[in-house]
């Protein structure tokens, strides 16, 4: 395989091959000189990212060893139809694009979306795989990101795209603790105004690429045995770092590194310390340390960490209320935060179609909040609240924080 010098300019193009199965692979390949007995890099990235994407990244590992960006069907640049296929599939066609190049082994960094590609090609491929690296990762999606993904998919089917824009973003990165992850507005703005600007195509494409994340159950088949790196952000609450530690643990030879006042955009956000994991593990296997990555041992996370948010009290009026029949109940809250609320219902029987068409209203706080329950148990019965625009959320932080500490009954322990 040929590997050119990195140059920015190359990343608005790419080249294609057809591989066995008659798909294509969209790819581009660095690096800096020759490198001897070093496996490249494959980089994975999630459902929304391009080549361009990853320019930094590219531009200082090509520097060290190679690095190869691809596309797979329905991913990136590859308008290839690509609904309905599985991530074994995928698994599939990049085993068949390393034959077709004559490559005998990669370190897959697998982000996101992407990363159960990754955790796929090294458990069905372990000839090909040298080590992997995974990010962001889940064996399954709980069941308060499958139903706020499955309401984007209703608002963009409905073409409600500031709502559907918004929840996306919303979903992704962990609104309350921006301060301490410093996302940049700009990048929020951007990302927005793309989705905003999704064409039909890219529309087709983001449906069956949730629906494939809908669908992950276990990440069953075969575990990696190579050397593995699994990378969570402190804050991701869209792969808690539970959860990522959940795929570590099907793992045979695994390290997990902690990433210090992340959530799941640390890619975006904190390049530097990304590009630096990748190298020294991808090179060496071993964890880049520095104050922004720690090592995590345990094999589990006690409840008191694998919460992230904390949990606040209101002895207000609350009031359960179906704005399409009329129908409400005062009701008591257990507990709530800026995603969602436990409360302590008993009345009728409510199904699965009236738990998902709920308000939570607090007349006294002038706060009215499209919730879907989802979970109902000794404990209550647990919704998130629908997030369709900073305004709401921003109301419900300042209501929140009248709360105050006194109203608090849960405060989760640094990882």
Known sequence: MEFSLFSAADLQSHKSIKVKGGWQVNYLA????????????????????K????????EKLSEHLPVILIDL???????????????AVYADILASFLDELNIKKVTP????????IGFTFAGKYPEKTDRLILG????????????????????????????????????????????RTRIPRMLIRGFHKSLMALSENDKSRYRSNTQRLLDLDGLTGDSPVCETLVIAGEYDNFTTPSECLAVANKCTNVQVAVLRDCDHLAPFVKKELMIN???????????????GIHPF??????????ILEPRWIYK????????????????????????????????????????????????????SLETIFFDSGRKGLRGVFKRYDFDTYDKVEKFIKKLGDKALVFTPAPL
Do not use: M
């Open 316 to 367: 207000g009026l609350v009031i359960l209320k179906n704005p399409t029949t009329g129908w409400q109940k005062e009701v008591k809250i257990i507990d709530l935060n800026s995603y969602g609320i436990c409360i302590n219902y008993e009345g009728e029987y409510l199904g699965s179609e009236k738990l998902k068409d709920l308000r939570v209203e607090l007349p006294e706080e002038n706060l």
């Open 109 to 116: 960094v697998a982000l996101s979306y992407g990363s159960a």
């Open 30 to 49: 660095f690096a800096q000189k020759q490198f001897s007995g070093v496996s490249p890099l494959v980089i994975l990235g999630g459902a929304f990212q």
């Open 277 to 291: 994991t990748y190298r020294e593990f991808a090179i060496n296997g071993k964890i880049h340390q520095n104050e």
């Open 136 to 179: 962001g990762t889940t064996p399954k999606l709980r069941k308060s990101v499958r139903i706020l993904l499955e309401e984007s998919l209703i608002a963009l089917d409905e073409g409600r795209l500031k709502d559907f824009s918004t929840g996306v973003i919303l979903n992704l990165f962990n609104y309350s603790q921006r301060k």
């Open 297 to 306: 041992y345990d094999k589990e996370i006690p409840l008191e960490k694998k």
């Open 73 to 87: 069907p329905g991913q990136g640049s590859n308008d290839q139809e690509a609904e309905g296929i599985s991530f």
């Open 51 to 58: 080549f361009h994407s990853f320019k930094k990244e590219v």
